[in-house]
C-alpha cells in the first residue's frame, strides 16, 4: 500500500506525515514554521521532512497539504494569510510537484479538516456535514452530499465572519461583531481584558480553568461564549440544516462548561427548520485532523 504525504502548516509549526489510505498515520514529525524566514526556508524543511517519511514508508501516493488561507486550492497559490507574512504568491504545488513527482492537493485547512472528520470522525455516515474549529480564531468546512462545498472562483466560505451582532467589537476583517470577534478564544481573552482592563491578559484556556473554580467574571465569560457560539451555530441550522455539525478546536477542549447553553440556544432559536435533526458533537479526531485533514484532501480529489 502507498502511502500520502499529508503536510499540515499552521503559523507555528509545520507537521508532516506519512498516511495509509485506511486512515493509519505511520509517521510523523514536525518542524518550526518560522514564517518570517521565508517561504522557501520553510519549504526546504519540509521537503527533507518527506524525503525522510519515503525512506520509512516507500513509495508516495501523493501529497495533501493543509494550510490557513485565503489561498488557491487548485493552484496552490497562498493569498494574504495573517499568520504567514510574506508568503503571498508563494505556490505550495510548485514547491513540492517537481520534487517528488506526484500530484499535490492543497486544501484550506477548516475545508481538510471538515473532509477528515466527514470521511474518518464524527460526520462519518452524514452528507450533509458542517466542522467547525473554534480556537484562536473560528473556521469551517461544509459537506454537501459527500462534497466539499467551495464557492465562486473555488473560494472557501468564511463562516467565521457571519455577523452576529453589528454593535460587537471590530474585527480585523473590517466588519463589527463577526462570529469569530465574539466567540473565539481570542474574542474570549479580549472580552476579559475589557472587563478588567488593570489585570494581566488571561487566555481563554486559563479562563475556563478560573470558571471550573466558579470564578465570577470566568463564569460571566462561559457563560457569554455558549450564547454567542450559539447564535453562529443557530445560522448555520436555518440556513443548512445539516445532518450534523461537529465543533473542534483548543477552546472545544472545554465545551463541559459551554455546551449546554449553546445547544439551548439553537432549540430556541431555530424555529423554522427541523433544527432537531441536526445533530451537534465534538469533533473526534483530536490532534490528528491536521494530518488526516491533509491527506484527505488529496484522496478525495485524486481518488
Ligand atoms: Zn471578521
Known amino acids: 500500500m502507498k502511502t500520502i504525504g499529508a503536510v499540515d502548516i499552521g503559523g507555528t509549526k509545520i507537521a508532516a506525515g506519512g498516511v495509509r489510505e485506511d486512515g493509519t498515520i505511520a509517521w510523523r514529525d514536525e518542524c518550526l514554521t518560522s514564517p518570517n524566514q521565508g517561504f522557501v526556508v520553510a519549504m526546504e524543511r519540509v521537503v527533507e521532512m518527506l524525503h525522510r517519511m519515503k525512506r520509512a514508508c516507500g513509495e508516495l501516493a501523493g501529497i495533501g497539504v493543509a494550510c490557513p488561507g485565503p489561498l488557491d486550492p487548485m493552484t496552490g497559490v497562498i493569498g494574504d494569510v495573517g499568520t504567514l507574512p510574506g508568503w503571498q504568491g508563494a505556490s505550495l504545488t510548485d514547491a513540492l510537484q517537481p520534487e517528488f513527482g506526484v500530484t499535490v492537493a492543497v486544501e484550506n485547512d477548516a475545508d481538510a479538516a471538515a ?20 480556537s484562536t480564531g473560528i473556521g469551517g468546512g461544509i459537506i454537501l452530499d459527500g462534497e466539499l462545498y467551495r464557492g465562486a472562483g473555488n473560494s472557501h466560505p468564511e463562516l467565521g465572519h457571519q455577523i452576529i451582532d453589528r454593535s460587537g467589537p471590530r474585527c480585523y476583517c473590517g466588519a463589527n461583531g463577526c462570529w469569530e470577534s465574539l466567540a473565539s478564544g481570542v474574542a474570549m481573552s479580549s472580552w476579559v481584558q475589557q472587563q478588567e482592563p488593570d489585570a494581566a491578559p488571561v487566555s481563554a484556556e486559563a479562563i475556563c480553568e478560573l470558571a ?8 460571566r465569560a462561559v457563560k457569554r461564549e455558549g450564547y454567542y457560539l450559539g447564535l453562529g451555530l443557530a445560522n448555520l441550522v436555518t440556513v443548512f440544516t445539516p445532518d450534523v455539525i461537529a465543533l473542534g478546536g483548543g477552546v472545544m477542549k472545554s465545551s463541559g462548561l459551554f455546551l449546554g447553553d449553546v445547544l439551548k440556544v439553537v432549540r430556541e432559536t431555530c424555529t423554522q427548520v427541523p433544527a432537531e435533526k441536526t445533530r451537534i458533537t465534538l469533533a473526534s479526531l483530536g490532534h490528528d485532523v491536521g494530518l488526516l485533514g491533509a491527506a484527505q484532501g488529496w484522496l478525495s480529489r485524486y481518488r
Open 212 to 219: 471550573e473554580q466558579c470564578d465570577e467574571l470566568a463564569l
Open 115 to 134: 473532509l477528515a472528520e466527514a470521511s474518518r470522525g464524527s460526520g462519518k455516515g452524514s452528507r450533509k456535514f458542517i466542522y467547525v474549529t473554534v
